[in-house]
């Protein structure tokens, strides 16, 4: 069994190893992480050398060596190389980094769920490993469920946290307000692209 968490990677230093699809999406998924990404490869997609570019990751150019992956939160290593990928694994053993291997469970320290995102919204699906095709079908039946208008909700309620904050003293009272939020038609008026309807019911809910 793995442990589900949601990390806090903002500036924090993840070393990508490999310059493949694979090494792409993990990068991209990362960027909106806010994570500090250094990537190792002798050869890169064009769009990972455009983000170089950008100076939005640092890339080197090269194969991997001892001591990548020191200093590092986490560590991808996206190569088709195995005895890369176990020396990889090794290493960041040694230098206290968490490693997630492509494809191959058992040199990850930790794996990467299906994900729905919708604005502050992320909904993590995962098999543990047992099988990648189910979780990407879960995902897509979860999709389907959480529409853009549940996006548009967390907002509203992070706007209002404060005033909620304000105006409630206990965690009770504040636990029973949301349930009252969530149980009215606000969602159903954000359904409707009536985003003003919405602000007001909600404005008329906290203020009762």
Not at 76 to 99: P, R, Y
Not at 118 to 130: D, E, F, L, W
């Amino acid at each position: 069994m793995f442990y589900p968490i949601y990390l806090n990677l903002k500036s924090r230093r993840v070393v990508v190893i490999g310059g493949g699809e694979v090494a792409e999406r993990k990068v991209e998924s990362l960027l909106e992480a806010g994570a500090s990404i250094t990537l190792i490869s002798p050869d890169v997609t064009p769009r990972l050398d455009s983000l170089a570019r950008e100076s939005r990751i640092q890339i080197h150019h090269r194969a991997y060596a001892p001591g990548d992956c020191t200093g590092a939160a986490l560590v991808f290593s996206a190569t088709d190389d195995a005895a890369v990928s176990a020396a990889v694994f090794e290493d960041a053993a040694k230098a206290g980094a968490l490693v997630n291997t492509a494809d191959q469970p058992a040199l990850c320290d930790f794996i990467l769920p299906a994900v729905v995102r919708r604005g502050k919204i992320a909904v993590a699906i995962s098999t543990g490993g047992a099988s990648p095709g189910l979780a990407a079908t879960l995902r897509e039946k979860i999709e389907a469920f959480i529409g853009p208008e549940y996006a548009q909700l967390a907002e509203l309620l992070a706007q209002a946290r404060p005033e909620i904050q304000r105006r409630l003293r206990t965690a009770e009272e504040r636990k029973a307000l949301h349930y009252r939020i969530l149980n009215s038609d606000i969602i159903e008026r954000l359904k409707r692209n009536d985003s003003a309807g919405a602000e007001r019911r909600l404005k008329e809910i906290i203020e009762s």
